[in-house]
Every structure is written in C-alpha cells, then in structure tokens.
C-alpha cells in the first residue's frame, strides 16, 4: 500500500538461432520492462534489428500518413480483424494509391479556391467604390489611386500639396483619386493622410460583375472540393479498420524487430535483461521455458528491496533446467555466451563482492493501490512519479485531501453538485488524467456531504439541521456571534492537524532514513520531531503565559470543553529553572526542542537556518480554519441577498435568521422568534421586495452560489493541494521513480496472427 510492487531483475539468455521466439514470447507475456545494455562488457555489443524492419517501418509510417489523411480514429475502427502480410503488400498499396491521388486533387481545389477567395477579397473595396476597373487606369495626363481612409483627410493633404487638380470619389471608406500629375507625386503628396493604396485588378467593366463570376466559380471549386471529401469519407469507412489494425500490426512487428538493439550480444549468443514483478517471476519462467524448450536460461539475478532500490543481500536462488546455475550473495551469473550448438554459461563475479549487471538502473514503479485510491494517483504524479525506494504517499493523500476539502466547504448541495460533476468526468472522460480528477472530485463530493450533514447546512441554509438534528446539529461553523466558540475550535483543531499531518511525514522519512542507520534516522528526522512536538507543547502549555488565552486557559480554551469537551485540559508548564539573565522559568518543553536542535545541527548544519519550519509549517494549516469561515461568509452573504436576515438575541450571543417563511420585517413585527427577542433587521431581502427583487434576487441567488461553487475549488482546492505538496510531502517524498513500461503491446484493433 505505501510501497510500489516488489520488482526483481531478470535475465533471459540464449542462442541466436531462438532470439526470435523469445522476443516473440517476452512480447505476448507483456511483463519484462526492458534494461538497454550499455556496452560495458567486453566482447559484447548491442545487437541488430531483425531482418525486415526497416521494411515495417516505412510500412508503418505509410499507415500513419494515410490516417492522418483520412483523419482516422478510433471510431472507425469496427470490429477486431486478421491483417495478413499479402494484404499490407495488396490492400496497402491500393488504399495508398487512392488515397494519394485524391488528396493531391484535393490540394489542388484548395489552392484553386484559396485563389479565387483572394481575388474575391481584392474585388469586393472597388465594388464598393462603384468605379468601372476601365475607369480607373489608362489615362495619359492623369494618375488614378485607389485606396481605404478618411476622405476628408485625403482632400485636406491634397490642397496642401502641389497637385493643383484631382477630384476625390469616397464610398463607405473606400477612396478614388484622380489628379492632373504623375503618380509618384500625388503619392507623396497623400503620405500625411489616412490613406491605405490598394492594387488596381486587372480587367474592363463593372467589379460587380466580375465578383459575381468568382462567386461562381467559387461555389464550383466547393463543389468539387465537397465531392473529394466525400470520396475520402468513403475510403475513411471503407479502410479505417483496415489501417488501424495494420498500424497495431506493424506497430508491434517494428517493436519486436528492434528489440535487439536494447541487448548485449555475439556472434552467437544474446542476453537480454529487466525488471518484472517478483510475484510473477515463476509464471515469465514457466511461460518462456515452455514456448523456446532449448537453447534458453531464464535467470532471477536480484530482487530489489526498497531502501535504494537495489539488493545489498539476497537469498541463494537455485535454477532448474536450460542449464541453469546457482547465484549466491556476492555471486551472479552474468555475460554467459551460448554457443550455436551447445549451451554454456560463464559465472563473473563482481570485484567489490556485487552484482555485475548491464546497467545499475532503479526499478520501475507499479504502484500498489487499493482501487479507492488510485484516482489520487494522478495528482502525487504531477509532483513526480514515488521512487522505488520511497513510500507512495497516494494512500495518505486519498485519506486527508477529501476530509481537508470537505471539512474547509462542508454543504450538502455544494457537496451533490462536486460529486455529479466528478462522476461526469470520471463517466464520460477518456482519458485517465480526466478520469482520475473525475474520482477525487467524486470522494471530495462525498466527504463535503458528510460534513455538510454535521454542520446541518444546505447551500448556505441551516434548514438540514432543523430536519436532521432538531435544530442542534453536533458541528457549527462559527460564522455567527452565538457559534463563535466554533471558530476558536477550528483554529486550534487545525494546528492539531497539522502537527498530526507533519509527524506522519517525519515518521515516513525517519523509517527510511533508518536503512542508514539509527543515527541519521534520529539527526535528520527525529530532530524535526522532536523540535516539533517541544516548541507545541510548550505553546499548548501556556508558552510562559504568550500563548494566546483560547489555546490553554480554563475559561476560554478548547481544552475547557468550549465547544468540544476532549477531557484533556492541556499540557502543564513544567518549568525546569529560572534563567538567570531573562529572569524567565525553562521549560521541559522548550528543552525537547534544542534538544531536536541540537540533532538537527550534528546532522546537517546548513539546515538549522530552517528550525522555524516547525512552526510555520504548522501555522500554515490554520487555512483550514480561514478558508472554511470565508467560503461560510460568501454564501451567507448570497442567501442574505436573496431571502434577508433578522437578529435574534439568545443570551448567548446574536443568532441571525434567514426570512425564508416570512420577512425580516414581520419577524421584527412580531418581537420573538422561539421565545427570543428579534433584536433588528440586516438586511430585508430582495425576493421581499416585490417582482422586480424577486427577479434580481434569483439571478443574484443562482449566480452567487455558481460563484461560491466555482471559488470552492479554486481556494479549498488549491489550499488542500498545497498542504499536501507543500508542507507534507516535503518531509518525505522526493519522486523521480521510473514508469514500468513493459515489453507488449495491448491488441485493440488486430487479432493476433
């Protein structure tokens, strides 16, 4: 649950003349993540594709290229079917031939279409100049320039100029000039105008006319162009299960021709490495000793533990059949050269009494997540993916996100509405990123309802806990002045959490650090422990009376049982001395913190400048507290709006009342409510205030609990995130595992030969 599946390092060792099948079976049995050998062996290179991939290749680049054409995807795949080699040598070429040819007659329409549309564009300004094209050039003693300004500038720069006669015609911005001078002059002459030139098209007549022709001939380039798509649309439903399933076809020959490139081989001989799980090892043995009977070693060469991600001892592993040896600690069999004819294995020891490998790779990682949890997987990965040597912090992050959520927004309708929303994306997304914030979304749903019912709140409204709980649900808020005992309790609760939170942390990284040894265990990660606990409890103890009253004293801390009642009165001072200078009593408390500081300096003496970290990590989690009061305010706010509030004093404080079976003002009216005195008016209420705030008040009442939503996600959301990334994480993790990604390939669309 908090560590990957165990992973152990095989080998698979054989004669040239079997490498084939046994790419063939590796391949089927989808387990080996492959380790590419990196040269270091003497006499021993990486080896060859097989005979015919580079003719899969250019087939399979053929296949991709056709499907982008046809704009192929999976829903044309249709039913699983058997592509033989004849038919990627036939039907492949023949769809090929067709689709190229009417993609070029496609291209050609385009570009055809592409023109006219231009000149369709150069036409349409002289259309609305209304000027026959004849009109406007061929003169011997005039210059004619056509353009887009302001017309009353144009005539402006010409009086200015030296162009003593010119004559401006002006439609809908479209400027025509003509003047008694060269050409280049009277361009000069509009330099300091709003003036943009426009080429003069070629041809006699009226624009109008000439458009009209290209709108003609446009709408039979569409035409054509209509037809070839649909030409292609039939070639798309004709061959689009064809072309999916050969691509999976070729996909998967190309994948097993280039295996040999990640192996260390012979003339001879080849050795081919990875990483499978250790509890399937049997069965990859079995299944490759059954499909190649000779000729074949399958070998267990280590099973990684989980403090680097490699063995430092291993259990003698005995080898029955195809020539197997024994490996004993320190003792591997390595680099074997199985001769064409014969079998024989060489045994290298390592000089340092270690395993000799192809490369000292770290496993990779398959998470090991009850199904509950695994949408959270997503969201630790885009942190980074756990090492193989580290916990996967997953399971934590699935048992707090959702309750810090829930907790910070706690509302049934809000709730309802983040789980429908979740099960939208988890139901209808595609891919696995959508699915798995479908899930989280789905859990922080259900964990908001939970908390919602506790609080006895409905969008905002406390009728749930008039309904559930008699009007004295066991769980408040703390908005109003009566339930402000509420609020002290989140703050303090929050601190509490956070230092649980932290502590597991630490706890995680001190049992790691422990396969270092005690000692590093106890400097780098008790030290944190220990300097957290201390500096809390001596704040939890009174902090030599600078704690704030709430968080210690009798008459007003939660350990006083205000609201909740722990039965636990808080910590005692427990002063040890008075120093002499301060003239101030120690605590035992603040000595099990330098006692933490002391360790922490022997370890690492560069991270004492980070001591504080103990308290505003902690500190950081009062958020809770914060973003659970503001969401409560803003929907207080929408539902005063919309259905107004009286006060009610209860002699424990104001209550305030939403005017949801009767106004404000009639509560006020009527001087009680339950035996207490209504006391004033807030706010009267817009769906009280006739049609017009009955209207306003519903788009004000739907747009405002939208908005609360919405912000619900982007500050509950993003503040939980951060807890976990930030303040929890950070004890712990640090991720760069490595995905497995076996040597397969998942058949969707072929059937196998």
């Not at 150069?122 to 000027?131: A, C, D, H, R, S």
């Not at 908390?451 to 559930?468: A, M, P, R, T």
């Not at 502590?503 to 400097?523: C, K, P, R």
């Not at 209550?655 to 035996?675: K, N, R, V």
């Amino acid at each position: 649950m908090f560590r990957p599946e165990k992973m152990c390092r095989v080998s698979v060792t054989g004669s040239k003349r079997v490498m084939e099948e046994v790419i063939g079976s590796v391949h089927d049995l989808g387990m080996l993540h492959v380790t590419e050998y990196d040269g270091s062996w003497d006499g021993f290179e990486p080896g060859d594709p097989v005979d015919g991939a580079d003719e899969a290749s250019d087939q399979l680049v053929t296949v991709r290229s056709l499907e982008s054409i046809l704009d192929i995807d999976e829903e044309d795949a249709g039913p699983k079917r058997l592509v033989t080699d004849d038919a990627l040598k036939e039907d492949l070429e023949e769809v090929r031939t067709q689709v190229n040819e009417l993609d070029d007659r496609r291209g050609e329409v385009r570009d055809d279409l592409r023109n006219v549309e231009e000149r369709i564009n150069t036409m349409e300004p002289f259309v609305t100049l209304g000027i026959d094209l004849d009109l406007l050039r061929g003169y011997d003693t005039l210059s004619v320039v056509v353009g887009e300004g302001d017309a009353d500038e144009v005539k402006v720069a010409l009086a200015d100029s030296d162009v003593d006669t010119f004559q401006v015609f002006d439609e809908d911005g479209v400027i025509a000039v003509f003047a008694r001078t060269d050409e280049s002059k009277l361009q000069d002459a509009l330099v300091g105008a709003t003036f943009s030139q426009l080429q003069i098209p070629e041809g006699d007549g009226a624009p109008s006319e000439y458009v009209e022709e290209l709108q003609h001939r446009r709408q039979q380039l569409e035409s054509k162009l209509a037809t070839v798509e649909d030409e292609l649309g039939d070639l798309r439903l004709d061959y689009g299960g064809f072309l999916l399933a050969a691509e999976e076809k070729l996909a998967i020959e190309v994948q097993k021709a280039e295996a040999p490139l990640t192996f260390a081989t012979t003339e001879n001989a080849f050795i081919a490495e990875g990483w499978i799980p250790n509890e399937r090892y049997a069965a990859f043995e079995s299944a490759i000793e059954s499909d190649v009977s000779e000729a074949v070693d399958v070998e267990k060469l280590e099973v990684a533990e989980y403090d680097d991600g490699h063995a430092h001892a291993r259990e003698e592993i005995e080898h029955e059949g195809g020539g197997g040896g024994d490996a004993t600690v320190g003792q591997t069999v390595t680099a074997p050269e199985a001769e064409e004819e014969e079998e024989s294995q060489q045994q290298e020891v390592a000089a340092d009494g270690g395993l000799v490998t192809m490369d000292d790779d770290e496993p990779p990682v398959i998470q090991d997540n009850a199904a509950p949890a695994r949408p959270f997987e997503a969201l630790v990965e885009v942190v980074n993916r756990p090492k193989y040597g580290e916990f996967d912090p997953t399971v934590l992050f699935f048992l707090t996100f959702p309750a810090f959520y829930g907790f910070m927004i706690g509302d049934l309708g809000y709730g309802i509405l983040y789980f429908l929303a979740g099960y939208g994306l988890y139901s209808k997304m595609d891919g696995d990123v959508m699915k798995s914030l479908g899930g989280v979304a789905m859990w922080a749903g259900g964990f908001t309802m939970l908390f919602g019912i506790l609080y006895g709140e409905f969008f905002g409204l406390h009728q749930l806990g008039e309904i559930v709980w008699g009007g004295s649900p066991p769980m408040h808020k703390g908005l109003q002045p009566v339930y402000g005992n509420y609020a002290i309790a989140w703050l303090t609760i929050s601190l509490l959490v956070g230092m649980l939170h932290l502590a597991v942390g630490w706890i995680f990284d001190f049992i790691e650090n422990m396969e270092h040894g005690l000692w590093d265990a106890l400097t780098e990660s008790g030290s944190w422990l220990l300097m957290m606990f201390g500096l809390w409890a001596w704040v939890f103890s009174g902090a030599n009376g600078s704690a704030p009253n709430f968080l210690y004293t009798a008459e007003e801390g939660i350990f006083a049982g205000h609201p909740f009642a722990f039965g636990f009165a808080g910590l005692p001072p427990i002063n040890l001395f008075t120093i002499p200078v301060l003239g101030a009593p120690f605590s035992a408390w603040l000595g099990v913190f330098f006692v933490g500081f002391v360790l922490l300096a022997l370890a690492d003496l560069i991270e004492v400048i980070e001591f504080l970290n103990v308290l505003v990590n902690v500190l950081s989690y009062t958020r809770l507290a914060a973003v659970l009061l503001a969401k409560a305010g803003m929907a207080f706010v929408v539902n005063l709006l919309f259905f107004g509030v009286y006060v009610v004093e209860t002699g424990h404080g104001p209550e305030w009342h939403f005017g949801i079976g009767h106004s404000p003002a009639y509560m006020l009216e009527q001087g009680t409510y339950h035996g207490h005195e209504v006391t004033s008016v807030m706010f009267p209420g817009l769906m009280h205030s006739g049609i017009a705030g009955l209207v306003g008040g519903l788009l004000v009442l739907v747009l405002g609990h939208l908005l609360v939503l919405i912000l619900g996600v982007t500050s509950a959301g993003l503040q939980g995130v951060r807890l976990e990334y930030v303040e929890f994480f950070g004890k712990f993790f640090e991720g760069g595992g490595k995905k497995y990604n076996p040597f397969g390939y998942e058949r969707t669309y072929s059937n196998d030969d």
